[in-house]
């Protein structure tokens, strides 16, 4: 049986009348704007993460740490991870356990692949690096391993300009770990670190990462420097909302309520914060390193 054919006048005329309707229905919707506005406000998963540097010795040696990191991290799949002290194999692990979705920017801070790493890994579907560079916390900051402030050995920082693929704005990620033992030195570098910014692109906001071995809070010469009368801000502070409070660094034990944070994300004031954690993340009873990660969740500003 043969069916009646639409005549064109009839199809064109139903096809007029049904655009007039769905177009005076996301005229008067707020769903007509949503994807734009998700797509300018889609939030940035950013972790910072001392590793705790790759040991064979046990308890907590790096094959026991291992796969318990790897959980947490495929768990939590950060865009952008600023790790501190990994060593080159550990790291290159890590790189294996992320799988292809994540690349990664670093240099040993003693030069090539040795010594410590201010490692800055990065989803590659979100972020393409622009450009980047490394320079030493001393007086001689382009001198690959140069230490002279004291201190326990020689520190760093890693930078890198990105594009964020889905919202298109440009920022700066700055890695960095200061010296453990000595306060001067400590607050050297956070001097250091704002007179290398002020070559950043002054438009462009910053997302700062690292182990800055003090307390958060006023009164450290550090987060004086670069948070209390500095340009940047404590995302924890600064959060919509907060995780539980503990110390950053338990040491393999159990977390302390109301402990120091140590383990800072900062940013440039510009930057809304939602959320901010410190992730107590353990797998029977194994914690992936002596510090806890911290992680924030962004809305990077608008051009």
Same mark, same amino acid.
């Given at each position: 049986?043969?069916?009646r ?6 199809r064109?005329?139903?096809g007029a ?7 005076a ?7 007509a704007?949503a ?22 010795t046990?308890?907590?040696?790096w094959?026991?740490? +291992?796969?318990?990191?790897r959980q947490?991290l495929?768990?939590?799949r ?7 002290e ?19 920017i ?7 692949s040795r ?5 800055i890994?990065?989803d ?5 690096p622009l ?6 916390l ?13 201190g ?6 890693t930078?890198? +300009?990105?594009l964020d693929r889905v919202?298109?704005?440009?920022f ?9 033992f000595?306060?001067t ?5 956070a ?10 692109d002054p438009?462009?906001p910053?997302?700062?990462?690292g182990?800055?071995n003090e ?11 670069l948070?209390t009368?500095?340009p ?6 600064a959060?919509?909302?907060?995780g ?7 040491n393999?034990?159990t977390?302390?309520?109301g402990?120091?944070?140590?383990d800072?994300?900062?940013t440039?004031?510009?930057?809304d914060?939602r ?5 107590t993340f353990? +797998? ?7 510090h806890?990660?911290?992680q924030a ?6 051009s």
């Amino acid at each position: 049986m043969s069916r009646r054919p639409r005549t064109p006048h009839r199809r064109s005329r139903l096809g007029a009348v049904a655009a007039t309707l769905l177009a005076a229905l996301l005229a008067t919707s707020s769903l007509a704007t949503a994807p734009a506005s998700a797509a300018v406000e889609e939030e940035l998963e950013v972790m910072s993460f001392n590793l705790r540097y790759a040991s064979d010795t046990p308890p907590n040696s790096w094959q026991e740490r +291992r796969p318990v990191t790897r959980q947490l991290l495929q768990r939590e799949r950060p865009h952008l991870i600023g790790t501190q002290e990994g060593l080159y194999e550990q790291l290159r692990d890590i790189e294996d356990d992320l799988r292809s979705r994540y690349d990664s920017i670093g240099l040993g801070r003693e030069g090539g692949s040795r010594g410590e790493f201010m490692m800055i890994f990065f989803d590659q579907t979100r972020l393409d690096p622009l450009e980047y560079d490394h320079f030493w916390l001393s007086d001689t900051p382009d001198v690959v391993g140069s230490q002279t402030w004291g201190g326990c050995c020689p520190r760093m920082v890693t930078w890198v +300009r990105f594009l964020d693929r889905v919202t298109g704005q440009e920022f700066y990620a700055v890695n960095t770990h200061l010296e453990a033992f000595d306060a001067t030195a400590r607050a050297k570098s956070a001097d250091l670190i704002l007179e290398r910014m002020a070559a950043f692109d002054p438009e462009l906001p910053v997302v700062m990462t690292g182990d800055f071995n003090e307390p958060a809070g006023a009164g450290g010469r550090v987060y004086d420097t670069l948070v209390t009368d500095g340009p940047l801000v404590d995302t924890w502070e600064a959060a919509e909302e907060r995780g539980e409070l503990v110390g950053t660094f338990p040491n393999y034990q159990t977390p302390v309520p109301g402990g120091p944070r140590i383990d800072w994300i900062l940013t440039s004031p510009e930057v809304d914060v939602r959320r901010a954690e410190i992730n107590t993340f353990r +797998r029977a009873g194994q914690f992936p390193s002596d510090h806890l990660p911290v992680q924030a969740s962004l809305v990077l500003p608008t051009s």
